[in-house]
């Protein structure tokens, strides 16, 4: 069988995934925190026609012939760069102007952590900061944070302390702090859905631990209030990858055309 037909069937496939990730990518144009996804590829293994033949007695040397058999899927790289931020004057919409991640936690405990770049968090029934889908958002010491019922209004500064608004105007910090963790790859992180990630062994080498906001040595970055770090995907870059992977799609399914017609010619030579 032709090594071109296998070769286009490759391409197809690549070009196909690449498509389901760009996909995905417009479907989240507009999701709170998402990162966008990119599709690498790589070469297959190369069959050797001819081996290299190094100079000798005055004879020059000769290079290797080798044919390639097609392509795959090299990478799918999450890439973490900054979105854009919308003003929303909510006081419990955050933005973390940094490198560093919101920690979250499906139960009281803490015990299970997620970390996610969505801020759009309330504050629940039982005066508990909390995410869109009710996972608690934890604090420095790895805990869920809880308002006391005392304080009626509250404002958060850029280190992510909790500031409460007394009834006379002014302001007391409460000492509790957002948790916000910087690992060392984010792209090792694994989506888990829900805008959320969890925590691999490419991603840290390290257990997680909560740090508080803005704080220089770890370069998690500041904690904006009022805002909402949106989708970091390009429109004009996803749409032009759009064309070069339809239109790389198409010239492989030119290849597997050209083969079939070949291997037909093939088959007519015995009439």
Do not use: C, W
Not at 29 to 57: E, H, W, Y
Not at 73 to 78: E, N, Q, R
Not at 84 to 103: C, E, K, P, Q, Y
């Amino acid at each position: 069988m032709l090594r071109s037909l296998y070769s286009g069937i490759s391409g197809m496939r690549g070009f196909q995934t690449k498509l389901d990730v760009i996909g995905n990518n417009i479907a989240n144009v507009n999701t709170v925190g998402f990162k966008a996804g990119r599709v690498m590829f790589k070469d297959i293994l190369s069959q050797t026609v001819a081996g290299v033949t190094a100079p000798n007695n005055g004879q020059g040397g000769i290079n290797a012939k080798q044919i390639g058999l097609g392509s795959a899927i090299g990478a799918i790289d999450t890439l973490h760069t900054p979105g854009s931020a919308m003003t929303t004057n909510v006081v419990t919409d955050l933005r973390i102007d940094g490198d560093g991640f919101f920690a979250v936690s499906p139960d009281d405990t803490g015990t299970q952590t997620f970390l996610t770049r969505a801020g759009n968090f309330t504050v629940d029934a039982n005066r508990e900061l909390v995410t869109a889908d009710g996972y608690r958002v934890l604090d420095t010491n790895g805990q869920p944070i809880t308002l006391d019922p005392a304080v009626t209004a509250f404002s958060i500064s850029q280190n992510g302390e909790i500031v409460a608004v007394n009834a006379d105007g002014t302001s007391t910090g409460t000492g509790v702090k957002i948790g916000v963790v910087k690992v060392e790859n984010p792209a090792g992180l694994q989506k888990i859905g829900n805008n959320m990630y969890s925590v691999t062994g490419n991603a840290t080498s390290q257990a997680i631990q909560e740090l508080s906001a803005n704080d220089p040595t770890a370069g998690t970055g500041a904690i904006i209030s009022g805002q909402l770090e949106m989708s970091n995907v390009d429109l004009t870059a996803e749409f032009t990858e759009m064309i070069v992977a339809e239109r790389g799609f198409q010239a492989n399914s030119k290849i597997i055309t050209a083969s079939d017609e070949i291997l037909q010619d093939i088959v007519n030579l015995k009439r």
